[in-house]
């Protein structure tokens, strides 16, 4: 009989160390959630480009719980499934870390904007801590009904952190439905032009229709517009403008300081917000002074207001 104790004892042994470690990992995940991102650019630079392997990584756990799922409902029928249920589990939990690791440095790195990041982070933690408990629920032959349930579980956190992360990179799925895009197709301005609320009835012609969408056309729209909306913010319009992007409205009127649009396009060229991204064509002359006196002036300036450096005849002479 003796060996046969050792053994039991030793699996004991195994399954509670195990349990532990499952337990201070997502413990130690909880924690980082709760930093905030660093200030320091090398550093920063350095968890971007680790980051990069975020979305690679990010798909191996949704497929691996797919076969998990998949292994339970043979186990069900047939307990001698369970070793690999267990297995697959281990392997979700293992490599849920690892997406979660690298989607937190990127989180960390301070180059997306967190409040758009967060909800991300918490449902990615709740994937993490589930699968962690789904594990442990394994390992230790909880009943067949919990494991059920835990499943539950991982499976709704882990669509909600796919969901949340994919509208961050790709902006929400309904954007892109026919009746949206195929109306949009070939008419920049399909969209209504100004909010109902602030249009305006001028015989003067409007600086943002004449000075302001032109430089916007050529040096932002490729980014933010209506086939590609980076930061989720297309500035095709006054109304899509004023809608804004992940970071809420890119402006604010009468108030440069405060508008995001003009914040982005001041920030030294090598900051990593800068706009238009380093690297692209930039605003030249002094289309930023034009677009910093717009904003100041009121988005419903009109033509007989602009002083004269601004106008295209002096800025041809430059
Ligand atoms: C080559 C592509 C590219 C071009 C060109 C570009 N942007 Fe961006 N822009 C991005 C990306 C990517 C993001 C999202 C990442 C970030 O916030 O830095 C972004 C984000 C922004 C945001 C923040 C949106 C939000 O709500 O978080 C603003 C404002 C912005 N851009 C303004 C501009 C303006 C103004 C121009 C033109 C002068 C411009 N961008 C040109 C790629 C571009």
Redesign the pocket.
Known sequence: MEPLCVHVNRSANVKLISTVAVLILIGLSAVLTQLNPVGNATASAWLEFIGTLHPMLLHLPIGLWFGVLFLLMYRSRNATYHIWVVRGATLVFACGLLAFATGWMLYFSG???TS?LKPHMYSAWSFVAASGAFLIFARTDARLSILWCAAVVVSLAIGAAGHIGGVITHGSPMNKAPWKTVEKAGNVQSEEMWPAELEVASDQPLVFNELILP??GD??I???GNRRA????N?SSMALILE?????P?LVDGDPQAS??I???TLPLEH??H???EG??Q?EGNEEELLVWWVSNGIHATMDQVPGEFLPASTADQ
């Open positions: 180059t997306y904007g758009s430089v916007l040096k932002c490729f980014c933010h980076r930061g989720n913010l500035l804004g992007g992940t970071s809420g890119a995001l649009l914040q982005r396009i990593e917000h706009m238009p991204p692209q064509y605003l």
